[in-house]
């Protein structure tokens, strides 16, 4: 599930930290694509204690340039199964990232339509397209290229300096090995007798891309509604999808809750990804017999 | 998916609507357990222009029987893994319904928790414990089990009539067509932009038991965030459980939601069951890219 | 707002416990109507910790009793604006019950209605219309009245002893000061951005029956989209009607989410009552620029 | 509550269409400030069938325009309480929509305030800082302020361009009638027992920034949970705040959900703007007793 890339040994962030400045500018300049400056920008805010500081102290960097730099940085990526793909001139990490979502594989139609669309993007922005590709469909690619080029130009190069970061962000927990602070957590709610849901049995899936899911754990709703330790916690809250099966009719069924037969909602699936791995994901389910939401709380 | 129990050939309405009045009684006698005077009762009210109409006649006649009939009706139930189970003595239709919840495959630990739950109950209330058990498990049968001994007679009686209900709708369902008036139908909100949320990719499937979805159709939604025409209506809907798979992500990245990387919500399973055919299923997905919500609308 | 009725000096739960028998049962003789033998039924649980502790054990003794018991308890309420009332033959607390509800100024019409209702009411479930009317409307009750009527025996029996329990509750809760363990809580989480909305201001109303609402505290959420504080705990937390009024407009503008002009959402209030000032009481409140939820929550 | 500005007669579409494109674009030169060529944009774009429309066309306009002239219209706008609104200077629509928001009697730490804030904005970003200020307070403007300054360039100039989008919009609806084609519509769920709340009263207000509501008109949900025509429609519907009070706690009572007393969940508040008179504002209410939830939908 965790989709690692390019195999290489992480980095602690004590050893980042304790990096001489140049072995630190050599191990993350190729994190915003042939921009080694980004790495350097953030150098002063060493130490850092946690991926995510890192990340944001590269990012404020790029917020920070100057437009020239700004629009080299976007120019420095390859276009989307374009000439430098098909010649086998990607940066490796380019390489494995448009690979992962089935761009090295197109039909000679759908290559025709990246060609089309590249060109066309090109001539309105004066940069390629650039979207974080990594567990993207072509679907949604292609979705979001024809959207994007309708952009005016001011919104579009804030579309394209998010989608940099979020490319940074994957490449840099690839590289650096996360803080042990992140969690996941679930609460459930009856909001039809307004008061927790206590006695219901959660399970814990992995998602992965192809073939079955992986069980990782089940668990009970104590009386508050709550588990009574994180679902996952430090090193084994990996980034990735995941499932929490909610089985809601065995609580239904206990608190004497009028269903219909079978019950509108009995199991119920909620799937989502962690792309923090040091954040703390609340994901609780609010919930009657005939309606639920979730959400990402805190 | 649809859950027949014993094959036999199912009635149309205007078969039953036009039968003599002692086979009318007949075809219908086991509906409710060994009383067929609810058929009987329910006689006046023909014609009947759908199965929900013919139930709800049957289970007025219920709610008007005096007392002493109501605790017969309750009494003609068998216990739950109980005596005449064991001893192959149960109606047809109450040992496919047992056998479909896997009771009559229990470990001797949970046949010992059963019978002593079936004297418990039995002994505060005077009618063994009736629960409609097709398309439940274990688990939440024992969980009823457990918690209904708890209630005060007066809810507890209220309790059991309403499963009596239940079981009768799922035996009407396999002895006569349901009329062709359901339809599934859904919509998608965007509450984050606050307006529909079109070309999203939408997949419905069938949910069995056991083995993997089948894969019944796929939509996109129009400009005004629904399907141009329902997802299953007529014939096609049956009762069973069903999985609407939204890919909200191609939405989001069409209409250039930020989200992480990978995004929080990407592919949303909805799964629910429909229990009456016969009507209208709406079923709503709420979206932003951090939270949904889904119920059953109108 | 917190509505006391007929006034007197509450008793602690300290002095309720060290009362004699007798004591303890005269105290509570008029809690439940004509029916002093709920009281010494609960005599055997002291001491409570809590009035809800209190009214559970009184209930639990309704609920243990006999049919005839039961059914001796509903009869031993007045009618819905009947004889004793005209008569003025009402217990105290009945008389102060029903005429804040208005049914002390009915028109010729309402009266006539009444009189119509209570008749077949009391011919079908051989026990008056009874519901917990203090801070009820004639529209309400009326509604209630016309619907229940319908209901089978068996669940109106259920329905009506729960308005008794209701009117119970508020009676206790007029006799004895509740324990100091109660608070209002909230949150706020920008489902849109998917963390919490921090920086957002709130006022808390008490809301009055009649007349304008008084301004009790505001306050800005933390960075965590709570409150550092409950909003309301302990002996300040009275039973009444509360709104909170989120200032959500302010925070759309801070976090720079577009919005309409003006912004389809700006003050946003929330109103509830807290029946039970022993309990906390969490209501948050989950925004986006186009859609809100909110709901008790624990 | 339609807050209209500057008096004036108002033009309807048709004259619009009709007008000469010299008159046509000097109706509208100060929609876009001191920026008569956005309306010499749009003329191409006639006829207009709706403001809406209209509105597109010319903020299209300012999409295409080269970045000089994006910057010139941001850089034509007047600092918020600056030295011309001191001098008064500012076009006559400024200055009302400055005074509108209180901007006219500022406290001497308010006035500081905003120069500092003025002088930091322009410093980093080189035009002054513009927001759609009629209906705003100075609590939002101020919180806006303080926010935006930190953005990076490009995500602010976005943004400030779409708050130009938002000035035209409310002063074009000052300047030509609207198309009658908006309505507003309602429906209430209920998500405890999965169907529509039909019966339940609901009363339309206009909120007014100072002084009471006033009541527009009450409704009854019908047996599908709506309102048999729309609450509003047409010219009736007019931008401006409005509230829907939904009477659920007589809904409950006739629907015998339990609730406590009294019930959380009584009368409920939705306050909301219509910005756009031309459209369809759907304003659902999904209710249990114990939550809610409301959103824009269609």
């Known amino acids: 599930m965790p989709d690692r890339g390019p195999s290489e040994t992480r980095l602690t962030l004590d050893k980042l930290n304790s990096l001489g400045q140049k072995d630190f500018a ?9 921009s080694p400056w980004v790495a350097q920008g953030a150098l002063t805010e060493r130490p850092f204690k946690s991926v995510t500081d890192l990340h944001a102290a590269m990012q404020a960097t790029v917020d920070r340039a100057l437009d020239d730099a700004r629009v080299g940085l976007l120019r420095a990526h390859p276009d989307l199964a374009g000439k430098a793909a098909l010649a086998g001139e990607l940066t490796e990490k380019s390489s494995f990232e448009q690979s992962s979502a089935g761009l090295d594989s197109l039909t000679p139609e759908e290559m025709e339509r990246f060609q089309v669309l590249n060109a066309a993007y090109r001539d309105k922005f004066g940069f390629p397209f650039i979207i974080a590709v990594r567990n993207a469909t072509k679907a949604l690619i292609l979705a979001a290229f024809e959207s994007r080029t309708e952009n005016d130009p001011t919104t579009e190069m804030a579309t ?20 042990p602070t992140g969690r996941l957590t679930t609460h459930v709610l009856d909001t039809a007798a307004g008061k927790p849901a206590g006695g219901l049995p959660v399970d814990l899936f992995a998602v992965n891309a192809q073939g079955p899911q992986t069980l990782l754990a089940t668990f009970v709703t104590n009386a508050d509604g709550r588990l009574d330790a994180p679902a996952l916690e430090g090193e084994r809250l990996k980034a990735g999808t995941y499932e929490l099966l909610f089985h809601a009719g065995i609580y239904f069924a206990r608190a004497g809750l009028a269903t219909d037969a079978p019950a509108f909602l009995d199991s119920i699936p909620i799937r989502f990804a962690i792309s923090n791995p040091e954040s703390h994901y609340h994901v609780p389910l609010l919930l009657s017999p005939w309606s639920y939401s979730t959400y990402r709380g805190s």
Chains 1, 2, 3, 4 share one sequence.
């Open 26 to 34: 050599a191990s993350l300049g190729d994190i915003y694509e042939h």
């Open 160 to 179: 394209a300096l998010r989608e940099v970061g979020k490319i940074a962000w994957m490449r840099l927990l690839e590289k650096v090995i996360p803080a």
